[in-house]
């Protein structure tokens, strides 16, 4: 079985431009994460879905950060414009059944 | 406000002996809890986890044991391997389905 995909693994980019990430979940995983993860910090839960509708998006900063999950498969995560702050691994997670979230291997992103 | 503590951010370990890694929370509806390993440029996979309605739940050389009252949680890695070098994420719920909280980790090294 394929595990989660994500592209792409590394992006560097300047304060203030765009950047969107993507994300391919296990087959058949119906609910779906995207996580940011700073240095030294445990991954933070940025939105969940559930098929193509948004579970939880608390603590997502909406006024840059967008996510869809468009006919409840792929989905992408855009951040416009970037900040420093903005400087993590993004991941990415899926899940079938009771608690068990499996994730990809992350995009990382700098922000100059 | 962190939730999940782990308050060693890293810990040596002779092969063939004990790790243990140690895991706080501050949250009295937490009822599940997990724990998550984390190679360099992977993902978090998981690793083992418990319900509140036990104190201990063990596979294979890994044995996560959970104090309620406390509310503190523990791994134990016995005997440890070189392979177990890497950074170990405790993570909690309020329930099976519900979003997880993931503590900052701890980066264990098992020297040879």
């Known amino acids: 079985e394929a595990g989660v995909a994500q592209s792409p693994r590394y992006k560097i980019i300047e304060k203030r431009q765009s950047v969107a990430f993507w994300c391919n979940p296990i087959?058949?995983?119906?609910?779906l994460y995207w996580y940011q993860q700073i240095l030294g910090q445990g991954p933070k839960l940025l939105i969940q879905?559930?098929?193509?509708?948004?579970?939880?998006d608390s603590q997502l900063p909406k006024d840059r950060f967008s996510a869809e999950r468009l006919k409840g498969v792929d989905s992408t995560l855009k951040i416009q414009p970037a900040k420093l702050e903005d400087s993590a691994v993004y991941l990415c997670?899926?899940?079938?059944?009771?608690?068990?979230?499996?994730f990809g291997p992350g995009t990382r992103l700098t922000v100059l | 406000d962190q939730q999940v503590k782990q308050n060693s951010p890293s810990l040596s370990v002779q092969e063939g002996r004990i790790s243990i890694l140690n895991c706080d929370y501050t949250?009295?509806?937490?009822?599940?809890f997990l724990w998550y390993k984390k190679y360099p440029a992977e993902g978090p996979t998981f690793l083992i986890s418990?319900?509140?309605?036990?104190d201990k739940n063990e596979d294979g050389r890994f044995t996560v044991f959970l104090n309620k009252s406390a509310k503190h949680l523990s791994l134990h890695i016995v005997p440890s391997q070189p392979g177990d070098s890497a950074v170990y994420f405790c993570a909690a719920s309020r329930a099976s389905y519900d979003k997880v909280i993931f503590g900052p980790g701890t980066s264990l090294s098992v020297i040879p």
């Open positions: 879905f559930q098929n193509n509708g948004v579970v939880d």
């Open positions: 087959s058949g995983h119906a609910t």
């Open positions: 997670a899926s899940r079938k059944m009771g608690n068990e979230q499996f």
């Open positions: 418990i319900s509140s309605i036990k």
């Open positions: 949250n009295s509806m937490f009822d599940y």
